[in-house]
C-alpha cells in the first residue's frame, strides 16, 4: 500500500501581453509524512513554500516541459479539492514517492 498524499494544485501561466495567460494546470501530491516532517523544521513557512521548496528542479522542469513552456516556474497554487481516486495514473512519478498529475 502507498503512503498517503497530500495533494495541491499547481497553475501555470505564461506571462507577457496585458494579462498572463493560463497554460496548464498540474495537482501535485507529496508524501504526508514528508509535508509533515517539513513542516516540524520550517514552522513558519506556508503551504505554498512547502510545496515550492519540496518540488525538485528536475520535476519543475519536466512539467514546464510538459506544457511547453521555457522558463518554468511553480506558478499560483490552490488546494486540490476533488478526490484523488478521480485523478486515474499520474502523468509521471517524481522523486521520493513525489506524484504528478497533469489536469490542463
Known amino acids: 500500500m502507498s503512503e498517503p498524499l497530500f495533494y495541491r494544485e ?8 496585458a494579462l498572463p495567460e493560463k497554460v496548464g ?3 501535485v501530491g507529496i508524501p ?3 509535508v509533515e516532517a517539513y ?3 520550517h514552522p513558519v513557512e506556508g503551504i ?8 525538485s ?6 512539467m514546464a516541459d510538459l506544457l511547453g513552456l521555457l522558463n518554468p ?3 499560483k ?3 486540490f479539492y476533488g478526490e484523488p481516486t478521480t485523478l486515474a495514473g499520474p502523468t509521471f512519478a517524481g522523486e521520493e514517492g513525489r506524484m504528478f498529475w497533469k489536469i490542463l
Not at 48 to 55: H, K, T, W, Y
Not at 57 to 62: A, C, D, F
Open 10 to 17: 499547481i497553475h501555470f501561466s505564461r506571462l507577457g501581453g
Open 25 to 27: 494546470s498540474f495537482v
Open 32 to 34: 504526508t509524512k514528508t
Open 39 to 41: 513542516r516540524k523544521e
Open 48 to 55: 505554498d513554500a512547502i510545496f515550492r521548496n519540496l518540488i
Open 57 to 62: 528542479g528536475k520535476e519543475k522542469q519536466y
Open 73 to 75: 516556474s511553480l506558478g
Open 77 to 79: 497554487q490552490a488546494p
